[in-house]
């Protein structure tokens, strides 16, 4: 099982520019999560995802947008980059409920 | 709310000395509690876990962590460290509201001196 990947692993984007941030699991979990993490700060939880077709918002959801077409898929699109949006973002899967949480290796994003 | 706090933003220690770092939370519900580590440039991985019964967790290579309810703690601690334990620990609650998300502490960095 290759778990949770992520890509890219870095990109550098101009300030208004758009992208989408690619995971995927093989786990068959339903539950899957979009975190940011600033130093000092933890993780953040921009956006989840309860099963394919369902997606709500966390704790910092403005200028990201989701969705979950297929269970394994749960892409994260930002729309006109800002550098506050300037950080390592994290996907995550799991089984929900009280259970761990499955993480890919990060995509660090830099907007300039 | 669920609310998270780590005490210690950054812990030095040398190698071979014990090391507890602290984590206390905040529920007005039954609790789900982790630790995870993450090494440089990695995603975060499961360290341990409380779920229910005994409160004293162990991981795999010698960490454990005390749920003490009376306290709202759940610290984590190894009595000898290795360089290789050098990384960044965050604890993490998870309760029965809010469609069990799971709250992140901000993390403590423990670097291990030789």
């Known amino acids: 099982n290759a778990g949770v990947t992520q890509t890219p692993k870095f990109r550098i984007l101009k300030i208004g520019q758009s992208m989408t941030l690619q995971c995927t699991q093989d786990m068959n979990h339903n539950y899957m999560y979009w975190y940011r993490q600033d130093p000092g700060m933890g993780l953040k939880l921009i956006y989840y995802?309860?099963?394919?077709?369902?997606?709500d918002k966390g704790e910092v959801p403005n200028g990201y947008n989701v969705s979950r077409s297929t269970t394994e898929d749960f892409p994260l699109r930002l729309e006109l980059a800002a550098p506050s949006q300037t950080s390592v973002y994290f996907c995550a899967s799991g089984a929900g409920g009280y259970n761990e949480q499955f993480f890919g290796p990060g995509t660090r994003l830099t907007v300039l | 709310a669920q609310s998270v706090t780590q005490l210690d933003s950054q812990v030095p220690v040398f190698e071979e000395a014990p090391v507890e770092l602290r984590c206390n939370y905040s529920?007005?519900?039954?609790?789900?509690l982790f630790w995870y580590v993450q090494y440089p440039n990695q995603g975060l991985q499961l360290l341990l876990k409380?779920?229910?019964?005994?409160?004293l967790v162990e991981s795999i290579n010698g960490f454990e962590a005390e749920f003490n309810k009376s306290q709202t703690s759940f610290h984590l601690r190894k009595p000898s460290v290795h360089i290789s334990d050098t990384a960044e620990y965050f604890c993490a609650v998870s309760g029965n509201t809010g469609g069990f998300k799971t709250i992140f502490g901000a993390g403590t960095r423990l670097f291990v001196k030789a």
């Open positions: 409380y779920l229910s019964g005994s409160t």
């Open positions: 529920s007005s519900v039954s609790v789900y």
């Open positions: 995802s309860v099963g394919a077709g369902i997606t």
